[in-house]
């Protein structure tokens, strides 16, 4: 097995029941509930800004444009439509006119919909687990209030994941974008081409790039010529030419000896720069990571870690810790290359995609592939370990773009896990479907390249059975993983330990298909032979034959078959013990067995369980979350059923009261409704 297989993928487990729309990947075993909640806190007081506009450049130049209630800044990339977009918020923003300002980056329908549903949260308290209702929600909030708000959607990839997301016409909205489709008009929207600059302005603004070197203004005008006038262009050739005090006649010199076309051989020239500065060429390897990277923002953290640290020193042999790399990231973000912004959590880097192209166009394949998995690497070494970090969407949008530049590149005698990680990481942000048809189209990939019996191939389809289960068709999970089993007696001799792990965890979710199918006795049987299996190969103590012991338990229960009430009670004390008392496992089979319990017969029991269990949800869940609210509406059913009318009162009274102190006024506002 491949070294950059993820463990995780093989060994994951979840055990008793799952709440909320998004679960873990591996095996997920009990019942699965997929309501909502969520996290309530004081709101944010307007005037707020949401989102961080990016910093406006060094001699920006003013444009005479007009502004509608709903503007769409449209023109290829380079005119400046994020600093045009910028500069106006900012202004707005400082003259008091807008209360709220919200920044998005929108280069895909997740990015809109996470940063809308962070936003949401941040208006109304409420930190919504289904990024989709949250995002609705900020939407709703829009609608509603009297405030003045702007919203800036900054480079829109397509108009149609703005599909239902677009802003009410209660505010105002900003977006570019380099489209130009139908779809961005109509509808109080006023399309505006941005245009390169003309000659006088390209002129202006090397004027006051060098306004304290006027000497270096010598063939200004044939640079702005040579160049088309493009800003981001000029951008490049101004920070050059102050760089190394070259007059502009020499820079023209220069640039007219690359062997490029001249836009592109602007960013050749800086580069050519960046590498001269010490440490020498370290700087283009950088940049040749964030090359294949999301244009629009980069995770500091992946250009600092161990695996940047080990590329450039695999290329140039110097030892760089991560004062060294921050070093020569700033010389990258001096010469105009990149933009190095602190203040932007999570996407403190951004690179033109212009620069990126021009820069991937000098690559023969074998830097390509080398490069490639450098940034897959790098990647890898920092997604987080909890699938609901913030940092993932920012993540998930910088590997898709790597797999859009060269997901060819990560194949070979060591497949990267990078594929793996981000289908899971897909499939647990609620978005099943996407991440069954990501593993489709990587099982496909891997079975073409690998063969169906290659280790790193049977993961694949594993993955791609789990999230087609999630996604709705358990039956053709279930065929999937039959076929997995029966070619895992196919794979090499080196590699059978790690799939002898595999098949067993699949069986485990193999089982749990059949129930979801119907055969639950069926399932039970599986159940049994797995749990044999699993403790003569990794004893009592093992996370996986807790799960195990908690399913067969539960499905035994549907059955009528055996002792569930008696596997409960033996159950929680391992729990315990392994997971400790006030684990949520342990409270969970806790609230398993009062329900047995009640299913027996036994409603004295049951509620004297409950009874003891609801004070520990309370401290360890919180009174909003929805295992507390289960755990006590069943003791208020319960307590009706046994007659004690007064009891289940005093019991629904105080969850009712917990509930509006809670929810406040927005509750009675939708009880209003």
């Known amino acids: 097995m491949s070294d950059d297989l993820p463990k995780g993928s093989v060994h994951n487990s979840v055990t008793g029941d799952v709440y909320g729309p998004l679960v873990q990947a591996g095996h997920v075993s009990g019942d699965i509930n997929l309501h909502t909640h969520t996290t309530l806190r004081p709101p944010a007081e307007l005037p707020l800004r949401i989102g961080v506009v990016p910093q406006r450049a060094a001699s920006f130049q003013q444009r005479s444009l007009s502004w509608n209630a709903v503007t769409v800044l449209s023109g290829m990339g380079g005119v400046g439509k994020t600093q045009l977009a910028a500069d106006h918020a900012a202004k707005e923003w400082s003259a008091g006119k807008v209360s709220l300002l919200v920044w998005v980056t929108a280069d895909s329908r997740e990015a809109i919909v996470s940063a809308y549903a962070e936003a949401a949260a941040e208006l109304t308290g409420r930190d919504e687990t289904d990024p989709e209702r949250g995002a609705r929600r900020l939407l709703e909030w829009l609608a509603s209030t009297g405030e003045p708000w702007l919203v800036v959607l900054d480079d829109v990839q397509d108009p149609a994941d703005l599909a239902d997301l677009w802003p009410p016409d209660n505010g105002r909205t900003l977006v570019t974008t380099r489209r130009r489709d139908a779809a961005l008009r109509g509808d109080r929207r006023a399309v505006v081409e941005v245009e390169t600059f003309s000659e006088a302005e390209g002129l202006a603004y090397l004027r006051e790039v060098l306004a304290d070197q006027p000497a270096l203004l010598d063939g200004a005008a044939e640079v702005v010529r040579e160049l088309g006038c493009l800003p981001l262009a000029l951008a490049q050739a101004g920070a050059y030419v102050l760089d190394l005090q070259l007059s502009c006649t020499e820079y023209l010199r220069r640039l007219t000896s690359q062997p490029l076309k001249s836009v592109a051989a602007t960013w050749s020239l800086s580069i050519q720069q960046a590498n001269s500065l010490r440490p020498r060429k370290v700087a ?191 039956a053709g999970a279930l065929a999937e993983y039959e076929q997995i089993s029966a070619d895992a007696s196919r794979v090499r001799r080196a590699d059978r330990e790690v799939v002898r792990d595999l098949v067993l965890n699949n069986l485990q979710d193999h089982a749990n298909m059949r129930a979801r ?95 003891r269990l609801v004070p520990d949800a309370l401290r360890v869940y919180g009174p909003g979350h929805p295992r507390t609210v289960d755990i006590r509406n069943s003791l208020v059913d319960w307590l009706a059923e046994a007659g004690d009318l007064e009891g289940a009162r005093a019991a629904a009274a105080e969850l009712v009261a917990d509930h509006e102190r809670l929810l406040g006024a927005d509750l009675k506002r939708r009880r209003e409704d």
């Open 284 to 474: 283009g390897h950088l940049l040749d990571v964030l090359s294949v990277l999301d244009p629009n923002g980069v995770p500091l953290g992946v250009l600092l870690g161990a695996s940047t640290q080990d590329h450039v020193l695999g290329r140039t042999g110097d030892v760089l810790d991560e004062s060294g790399l921050r070093d020569v990231l700033a010389n990258l973000h001096r010469l105009g290359l990149i933009t190095l912004d602190p203040t932007s959590p999570g996407r403190e880097i951004r690179v033109h995609a212009l620069v990126q192209r021009a820069n991937r166009d000098t690559w023969k394949t074998r830097q390509t592939r080398r490069v490639t998995r450098a940034a897959a690497d790098a990647l890898k070494e920092v997604w987080p370990r909890n699938p609901h970090d913030q940092s993932v969407n920012v993540l998930r949008a910088n590997a898709a773009t790597l797999f859009a530049n060269g997901s060819e590149h990560l194949w070979g005698r060591k497949c990267h896990a990078l594929p793996l990680t981000l289908g899971n990481s897909i499939g647990l942000s609620g978005r099943a479907d996407e991440a069954r048809d990501h593993f489709d189209r990587l099982r496909t990939t891997a079975t073409q390249a690998l063969g169906p019996c290659d280790v790193y191939t049977l993961v694949a389809r594993s993955s791609l059975a789990y999230w087609r289960g999630r996604a709705g068709d358990p």
């Open 517 to 611: 199918t119907g055969d639950v006795a069926g399932a039970v049987t599986q159940f049994e032979q797995l749990l044999s299996e699993r403790l003569r190969t990794h004893g009592p103590d093992d996370l996986d034959v807790l799960s195990i012991r908690n399913d067969l338990a539960r499905l035994r229960r549907r059955s009528g078959s055996g002792d569930p009430l008696a596997e409960i009670e033996r159950l929680i004390p391992d729990l315990s013990r392994v997971y400790g008392p006030e684990h949520p496992q342990t409270l969970a089979a806790r609230h398993n067995l009062a329900v047995a319990r009640a299913g027996s017969g036994d409603l004295a029991g049951a509620i004297a369980d409950q009874e």
